[in-house]
């Protein structure tokens, strides 16, 4: 056979002797308690890259982990640098990005539509069904890494993902059933609802009305610092916070509590065409279909991460606002006090906590 005109590449992985053997990650044993176990450095397989992790952002979703325990290392919000990668791989060794939290096949009819986020055929949801960002070294499909400039702190690059793309996407299903929002409440002022105020001021401008309800405090004074309208629910009722901030309704409730109750209170103070999007996972809700959805025209959806492609879309939002966005990360510290960390950020006295390595 004459194979002159062929040509043939081949990608070798050949071991990197500057990486470590083995690598000391937390183990999250339930009950509130996190210990460390040396654990090995994994190798990158066919289409997979070894990311070395610098910064992954603690989220709400791990409180299962935290107080029932992890089989895997936890850490779903992950920046780092490529340091090894598997044959049929393109990215360079020295690569800065972040991780996208779905492993998706990207050969199903939801993928090839761009709708990664509902993927068929999903491989994994890297810090739940695979060790996370928590660890010194992730390894992941080259898939779901995204490439950010060399200039991004890491730290601050964990807020393309929850921070950002969650929200974003949030905002982008209620604008299919309602193009012409003008008001907005969120519920919870946790990471998620910061975001959310954050993303709303962002796409919707600076003057665009975003009421936020909690009962803590601190999250509801950084909300204001970043342009909400604060409804205490320790002192007044989400009905009567809307009206002491010259609403009578509003056009977009962002639900990013899971909690029945402020999904209720949200409905309740719903306009005619309304959109109410579920975001945080947990409880239900209860209506009368015919008073609460068909006579207003009103709209409930949920709204599930993010797809792939919107990292792209938000990078220039980020930069064009990476000081504003920066103040929802409140506390920075390093893996050996995540035990502390995640203890401080169940009392609610933080915004976003970043655990580097």
């Given amino acids: 056979m004459n194979t002159a005109n062929h040509t043939h590449e081949f990608h070798i992985t050949m071991p990197n002797p500057m990486l470590p053997d083995s690598m000391r990650v937390p183990l999250f044993k339930g009950q509130g308690q996190i210990d460390f176990i040396d654990k090995p450095v994994p190798q990158p397989g066919a289409g997979q890259l070894l990311l070395q992790v610098s910064a992954n952002a603690m989220c709400g979703s791990e409180r299962g982990q935290f107080f029932s325990s992890s089989a895997v290392t936890p850490g779903h919000e992950a920046a780092g640098t490529v340091v090894a990668?598997?044959?049929?791989?393109?990215?360079?060794?020295?690569?800065?990005?972040?991780?996208?939290?779905?492993?998706y096949c990207g050969a199903c009819r939801n993928c090839t539509l761009g709708f990664t986020n509902q993927c068929l055929n999903k491989r994994a949801d890297m810090g739940f069904s695979h060790d996370g960002g928590y660890g010194a070294y992730e390894v992941i499909h080259e898939n779901i890494f995204c490439a950010i400039d060399p200039d991004i702190p890491l730290v601050d690059a964990t807020i393309l993902l929850d921070i950002m793309g969650t929200n974003g996407h949030g905002i982008k299903r209620a604008r299919l059933?309602?193009?012409?929002?003008?008001?907005?409440?969120?519920?919870?002022?946790?990471?998620?609802?910061?975001?959310m105020l954050a993303m709303a001021k962002i796409i919707f401008g600076h003057d665009f009305p975003v009421l936020i309800s909690d009962v803590l405090p601190y999250r509801l004074e950084?909300?204001?610092?970043?342009?909400?309208?604060?409804i205490n629910l320790k002192a007044t009722t989400v009905e009567q916070g809307v009206k002491q901030h010259g609403l009578l309704a509003v056009d977009a409730v962002m639900d990013t509590s899971g909690k029945g109750a402020a999904r209720q209170a949200g409905l309740n103070v719903l306009a005619k065409r309304g959109v109410l999007v579920c975001i945080g996972h947990g409880e239900g809700l209860t209506l009368s279909v015919s008073s609460d959805l068909i006579a207003p025209e009103r709209v409930i959806m949920g709204s599930e991460y993010f797809c792939y492609d919107e990292l792209a879309e938000n990078l220039p939002r980020f930069r064009a606002h990476q000081d504003y966005l920066r103040?929802?990360?409140?506390?920075r510290c390093?893996?050996?006090?995540?035990?502390?960390?995640?203890?401080?950020?169940?009392?609610?006295?933080?915004?976003?906590v970043v655990v580097e390595q």
Avoid: C, Y
């Fill in 85 to 103: 990668a598997g044959p049929d791989t393109h990215t360079p060794i020295g690569t800065r990005g972040v991780v996208f939290l779905m492993d």
């Fill in 327 to 331: 103040q929802i990360i409140t506390h």
């Fill in 177 to 195: 059933v309602h193009p012409d929002i003008e008001s907005m409440l969120v519920s919870g002022a946790g990471p998620i609802g910061l975001g």
């Fill in 222 to 230: 950084l909300a204001e610092r970043l342009g909400g309208l604060p």
């Fill in 334 to 352: 390093n893996v050996r006090d995540i035990q502390a960390a995640f203890t401080l950020f169940w009392q609610g006295d933080t915004g976003k």
